[in-house]
């Protein structure tokens, strides 16, 4: 199921967003501001966020630029009464995917969010290929092998599973971890993502499916689904 925020200060107006999006099959997060949307984010994995522009504290804008900068796949879908051609080109160069204007058709607004999450989805990306256990700390093939994992290992796949296209920055692993990103030595970064490899290997997939993101951190390139609450 597709998962989207809808950032939106008129309660009202949200709660029409929330319903509606719901109706049309998306798991719907809603928020009022860009710190609760920030919230969202470390803990629900979005595929794309439906954001409204003049919210209270940070703006809309703001929000644009920090969204495309950390979550580079990420969806958004820009929802505003603002309907003059120089917010949408403004919007557009700094990040935004698409510009809608208010009032919206919802279910419009459901298909354009479908078909965005579908063209920022990696091609080749299988449902559920890998089960990562955290309570046991293993990670299952779709075929049962299981291999077991260190904590930090365990931190990092689950991080994993949890962020928009399976994908991570540097720095939002290394603070996942605990560790100071201006001081972490980050040789010790690479030989935790060298053994992962090695992991996935046993597992049977190929090193290659963890792979580096030039300039920006590391991506899983097979779905990989976190099943919480497993009996030990």
């Known amino acids: 199921m597709i998962k989207v925020a809808v950032v939106e200060d008129d309660p009202d107006l949200l709660e029409e967003l929330e319903y509606n999006l719901s109706d049309e099959g998306l798991s719907v997060t809603c928020c009022l501001h860009g710190q609760a949307l920030t919230q969202a984010l470390a803990t629900h994995g979005l595929d794309?966020?439906?954001?409204?522009?003049g919210l209270p504290g940070e703006s809309g804008d703001s929000i644009v630029r920090r969204l495309r900068r950390d979550w580079p796949r990420l969806g958004i879908v820009i929802l505003s009464a603002r309907?003059?051609?120089q917010d949408r080109v403004r919007l557009m160069e700094e990040g935004a995917d698409v510009y809608m204007t208010k009032p919206v058709d919802m279910r419009?607004?459901?298909?354009v969010i479908r078909a965005l999450v579908r063209r920022l989805t990696p091609e080749g990306k299988q449902e559920q290929v890998l089960v990562l256990l955290p309570e046991r700390q293993q990670l299952i093939s779709a075929h049962g092998t299981a291999v077991d994992l260190t904590?930090?290992?365990?931190t990092v796949l689950a991080r994993l599973a949890r962020a928009t296209g399976q994908q991570l920055s540097r720095r939002q692993i290394i603070e996942a971890l605990g560790g100071d990103y201006l001081q972490y030595d980050e040789r010790r970064l690479e030989a935790m993502i060298s053994r992962l490899r090695k992991k996935l290997e046993q597992v049977g997939l190929p090193a290659q499916s963890l792979t580096a993101v030039r300039g920006q951190g590391y991506a899983l390139q097979v779905a990989l689904h976190e099943r919480v609450n497993t009996e030990s």
């Open 48 to 53: 794309a966020v439906v954001l409204d522009l």
């Open 83 to 85: 309907s003059q051609t």
């Open 108 to 111: 419009e607004l459901a298909l």
């Open 151 to 154: 904590g930090s290992e365990t």
